[in-house]
C-alpha cells in the first residue's frame, strides 16, 4: 500500500504566486483532509471532502485559498496569490467514511516557503 | 482559552525512564481522544484511540482520559530513542464528523541513549 501521496514534497515561490499542491488518498477511501502545520498554531484543518464534496472549507484562511477533488484519487489545493505568512507544511490526510475509528492517514506533507 | 491546550516541551529523558504526556482541553463534548505520532519531516500516524473515559493499553503505551478533570494523559513505559518524535493529542464530539478532529500543538520528545 503505497499510502497517503502528496506532491511536490518542498516547494519554494514568490510572493503573488500560484501554488497548487496535489494530493493522491489511499485507494478506496472516501474521506480527504488538507491541514496546514506551522509552529505558532499547530496543525489546522482546513477543508475535508466526503465522496469528493466539499463538507467544511470552515478553515480555509482566505479566498485566495480554494480545494477541489474531481475525483475519489485526486484532490488540490490552491493558493493565489501566495504570500509569505502561508509559509507552512501542508498535510493531506485521508479515511474511511464507515470506519469504526475513523482512523485519518496522513500523506508525508508539502513543505511551502513564499519568499 | 484554546479548546485543546499541549505543553510543547521540548521534553528531554534518558533511554529507559517512564515519559508522561499530557493535554488538557474545554469541551465537554470531546467522546474520542487520540494520541498521533509525529516524527521529523513526516505526517502525524495514530497511536493511540480511546473512546470516552478510562484507560487503554498497547505495548509500552497507555492512554488515560479523564473526563471529569478535562484531561488526558499518554505515559510510554521503557522509553527508547526511536520514541523521539513529537506527540499530539487530538479528540473530537461524539456524532461529530471526522473533520471536527481538533489537535494540541505536539510535545516534542527526546529520548536520550
Known amino acids: 500500500d503505497a499510502g497517503v501521496i502528496q506532491s511536490p514534497r518542498h516547494e519554494v515561490t514568490e510572493m503573488g504566486q500560484e501554488v497548487t499542491l496535489r494530493c493522491k488518498p489511499i485507494s478506496g477511501h472516501n474521506s480527504l483532509f488538507w491541514y496546514r502545520q506551522t509552529m505558532m498554531r499547530g496543525l489546522e484543518l482546513l477543508i475535508y471532502?466526503?465522496?469528493?464534496?466539499?463538507?467544511?472549507d470552515s478553515g480555509m484562511p482566505e479566498d485566495r485559498f480554494s480545494a477541489k477533488m474531481p475525483n475519489a484519487s485526486f484532490s488540490t489545493l490552491k493558493i493565489q496569490p501566495s504570500e509569505p505568512r502561508d509559509s507552512a507544511v501542508y498535510f493531506c490526510?485521508?479515511?474511511?467514511?464507515?470506519?469504526?475509528?475513523?482512523?485519518?492517514?496522513f500523506g508525508p506533507g508539502t513543505r511551502l516557503t513564499v519568499l | 482559552q484554546k479548546e485543546v491546550e499541549q505543553d510543547p516541551g521540548p521534553l528531554s529523558v534518558p533511554e529507559g525512564a517512564i515519559v508522561s504526556l499530557n493535554c488538557t482541553y474545554s469541551n465537554s463534548a470531546f467522546q474520542y481522544f487520540m494520541w498521533y505520532r509525529q516524527y521529523s519531516r513526516k505526517g502525524p500516524e495514530l497511536l493511540m484511540y480511546t473512546y470516552s473515559s478510562g484507560n487503554k493499553e498497547d505495548g509500552r503505551f497507555t492512554a488515560q482520559v479523564d473526563k471529569s478533570s478535562k484531561y488526558i494523559s499518554l505515559f510510554i513505559r521503557d522509553s527508547q530513542p526511536s520514541d523521539s518524535a513529537t506527540y499530539l493529542c487530538?479528540?473530537?464530539?461524539?456524532?461529530?464528523?471526522?473533520?471536527?478532529?481538533?489537535f494540541g500543538k505536539g510535545t516534542k520528545l527526546s529520548v536520550k541513549p
Open positions: 471532502f466526503n465522496n469528493n464534496v466539499p463538507i467544511d
Open positions: 490526510a485521508s479515511s474511511l467514511l464507515a470506519g469504526a475509528r475513523n482512523e485519518q492517514f
Open positions: 487530538a479528540m473530537r464530539k461524539h456524532g461529530g464528523s471526522q473533520g471536527n478532529l481538533i
